[in-house]
């Protein structure tokens, strides 16, 4: 039914034909551009593998950290059916590197007549998932420049602290495997249960910070394998916002003691 | 004391040094954000690369006023104008607070006057409203007490930014 409706349609882009098509026989390719300047342990790239874990078909990963990234990204995503741009918010917008390979991915698309479903996960570093707002309207502005199909995205607020979070989870998981070892060595017990319920808590509470991250990316991930629309949605970090200034303000104080910056005029103005 | 950075070219660039006691060319000679925090964290206002926007926060900070003239570029800056913007957040501690009701940096340099923003080139209507948007955030976010945004239909007009 929904295909003869489809078909009956006066104008069928070639791209629409081809997705179609490439669903039925071959799989789809969907391309997770991460649009953060850093080399590893981006939130952006945490973000992306979520979603990536469950979107179905070809999945590609790529990153975007200067210039000399722009061509091989733009060949990838050349026979995609859909991109998945991650961004850091930077002042309340996208990053400059990243508006740069937006204008030519605006050019490179309408210049080879590629049609692409584009999706957005964008973090900020502040606790309001809505401050990724503007950015979101940016991208959608964009698209339509650039002829491409908004479909929307996630802007997450205290991308941080999810980051923190999930270093935290590989420093439990250590320390639980640990114990485990060690208790099977001197009791004989492998399955030392106190070891078990310290762990099971402390996975409980890192879980359900990240709920509202994973319940939108579950749901984005739905739409895109489905190759619809999912629309902007915003979530956070599940923490009141004065707890969140407080651990934010203590995070920066524990790292400027390390990196030292807090004795060389840390607050001063310079 | 009033900052101007805009995207423009040495001619204009002539007309609006007269305007201002500081000018800051965008012009893309320098390297974008690299998202470390060292401005806050490790050498305060300052940034680890050495180029013409390496301790351009400390300007930016220390301006009353801001007119930023920009090309635009879906309903946001030109990518080299927010590659200083980008490079500029050294002008906020890493301390946090409310401000707009919502989380921000508290402000090295204390609350600033006036934000203007200007931007040239072909534009949609949906992103004029965007931008006048970002305008809005981005006074909050540096610190300015009021905004105002303008659309320049073209660049002969730049005369009249005052
Ligand atoms: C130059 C710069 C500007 C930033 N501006 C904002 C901002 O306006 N609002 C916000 O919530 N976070 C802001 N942040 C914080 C980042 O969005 C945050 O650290 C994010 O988690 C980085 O994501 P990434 O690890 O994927 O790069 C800014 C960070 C940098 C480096």
């Known amino acids: 039914m929904k295909n003869q409706r489809f078909f009956n349609r006066k104008f069928v882009p070639a791209a629409q034909i081809r997705r179609l098509w490439k669903g039925m026989v071959i799989s789809m390719k969907t391309v997770f551009i991460n649009g953060s300047p850093k080399k590893k342990l981006s939130v952006s790239s945490y973000l992306l593998g979520i ?30 059916d859909a991109v998945v741009i991650g961004l850091p918010l930077y002042v309340d917008g996208v990053p400059s590197h990243m508006l740069a390979f937006l204008k030519e991915m605006e050019r490179f698309c309408l210049e080879h007549d590629i049609r692409l479903k584009v999706y957005a996960l964008s973090n900020g570093g502040f606790i309001e998932g809505r401050q990724n707002k503007p950015l979101m309207q940016v991208l959608e502005n964009f698209c339509k420049r650039s002829n491409l199909e908004w479909c929307g995205g996630i802007g997450i607020g205290g991308g941080v602290m999810l980051n923190v979070l999930r270093i935290m989870f590989f420093v439990y998981l250590g320390i639980f495997v640990l114990n485990v070892v060690f208790a099977g060595i001197q009791t004989g017990n492998w399955l030392p249960m106190d070891a078990v319920q310290h762990f099971a808590k402390q996975l409980g509470i890192i879980l359900f910070f990240n709920l509202g991250v994973f319940f939108h990316s579950l749901r984005m991930s739905i739409a895109i394998n489905k ?40 607050l001063a103005k310079k | 004391m009033k900052t101007i950075i805009h ?37 305060p206002a300052g940034c680890y690369m050495k180029d ?13 006023e801001l007119v930023i003239i920009t090309e635009n570029c879906y309903g946001a800056y030109s990518p080299s104008v927010k590659n200083v913007l980008d490079r500029s957040i050294g002008l906020s501690t890493p301390f946090s607070t ?24 072909d534009m949609t209507d949906a992103e004029k409203e965007t931008f006048q948007y970002m305008v809005e955030r981005n006074a909050i976010n540096f610190g300015f007490q009021t905004f105002e945004f303008r659309y320049l239909e073209s660049l002969d007009k730049s005369e009249g930014i005052n």
Request: proline letters at 1%.
């Open chain 1, 51 to 80: 979603v990536r874990m469950l979107v179905s078909g070809e999945v590609v990963s790529e990153q975007v950290r200067n210039q000399n990234d722009h061509k091989r990204v733009l060949e990838n995503i050349k026979d995609a």
């Open chain 2, 98 to 121: 409310y401000r707009g009701r919502q989380m921000h940096h508290t402000l090295r340099y204390g609350k600033k006057e006036k934000l203007t923003v200007y931007a040239y080139g």
């Open chain 2, 7 to 43: 995207d423009l070219n040495e001619k204009y660039e002539m007309i609006l040094k007269e305007k201002c006691q500081k000018i800051i060319s965008a012009n893309g000679k320098y390297a974008p954000c690299q998202g470390c925090f060292g401005c806050w964290t490790k050498h």
């Open chain 2, 52 to 64: 013409t926007l390496e301790t351009v926060c400390r300007d930016i900070g220390k301006t009353d």
């Open chain 1, 227 to 266: 190759g619809v629309g999912f629309g902007v949605k915003f979530t956070r970090v599940l923490l009141p916002s004065f707890l969140f200034i407080l651990a934010a303000d203590f995070f920066f104080v524990i790292i400027s003691i390390f990196q030292g910056g807090i004795f060389k005029g840390w």
